[in-house]
């Protein structure tokens, strides 16, 4: 069977800098993989190479088995490929659920065209991700760890079947992170692959089946979260100059 997602060798260069030089990975349906490294390292950007907002430089990106690079955004959100962002946009002058139901009328296969029926989508996803009693709030008025949980709430109603997620634990409490653990772990159990970019190394440990490390654009571990954790080279990369 294909892998939901498969990157193979690829490049993103921005001018003289390579973001990301030469990865491979595949992420299997069911699977959460972790992607970690220390700022800079290329994880965004290999996000925005699977996501389709930048193009690769070199390699290929292929989704349930198709490759993909020559599609913009938009079409590969309509597959199905859901992100997150690192910095959060909400439409400030709407409803948390509206903000939600943009994601509904844009999701996979064209989304739902009826606006009733994509705010009845987006309250549901609103529950699951535990912020249905804002629904009514202006989105411009949740605090931090709310817009956390609308950005994740707008990449799920877009029905994504992989979704990718841009450090949606930074700035959030002990509490916050274990419930947005638990959310992450329905979203998998509904048979999403997920992608989940993430500083906090305790949180990322306990969730991901797999983790990747980049270093300088570089993937330097591949493998089960213990066995990349205690891996000399990541610890020299990466924890090492955390602990410094
Ligand atoms: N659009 C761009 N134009 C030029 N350089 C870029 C662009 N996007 C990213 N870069 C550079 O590519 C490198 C990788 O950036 P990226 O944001 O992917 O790293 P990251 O691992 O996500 O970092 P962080 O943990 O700080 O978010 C950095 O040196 C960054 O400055």
Redesign the pocket.
């Given at each position: 069977m294909n892998a939901r997602l498969e990157v193979r060798h690829v490049t993103?260069r921005?001018?003289g800098?390579v973001?990301?030089r030469d990865v491979s990975f595949t992420l299997a349906q069911d699977e959460i993989l972790g992607v970690i490294?220390?700022?800079?390292?290329?994880?965004?950007?290999?996000?925005?190479l699977v996501s389709g907002t930048?193009p690769p430089s070199e390699g290929e990106v292929l989704f349930q088995g198709h490759p993909i690079n020559r599609l913009p955004a938009f079409r590969r959100a309509r597959l199905g490929i859901g992100r997150t962002f690192?910095i959060m946009q909400p439409f400030p002058g709407l409803s948390v659920q509206d903000n939600v139901a943009v994601g509904a009328l844009f999701g996979q296969g064209g989304g739902e065209s009826e606006l009733a029926k994509a705010r009845e989508q987006a309250r549901e996803c609103l529950d699951f991700v535990g912020l249905g009693r804002f629904a009514g709030q202006r989105a411009d008025e949740l605090g931090g760890p709310g817009r956390k949980r609308l950005e994740l709430a707008k990449a799920l109603a877009m029905k994504p079947k992989l979704l990718l997620c841009?450090?949606v634990m930074a700035g959030l409490n002990h509490v916050e992170i274990d419930e947005v653990i638990g959310v992450i772990r329905k979203v998998r159990d509904q048979g999403i692959s997920v992608l989940v970019?993430e500083?906090v190394i305790k949180a990322i440990k306990s969730l991901s089946d797999r983790l990747l490390v980049?270093h300088h654009?570089e993937k330097i571990a591949d493998g089960a979260p213990d066995a990349v954790l205690s891996d000399p080279a990541v610890v020299q990369a990466y924890l090492g100059k955390r602990r410094a």
């Open positions: 993103r921005f001018a800098l973001a990301v490294g220390p700022n800079g390292a290329g994880k965004t950007t290999l996000i925005s930048i690192q841009d450090e970019i500083h980049l654009g």
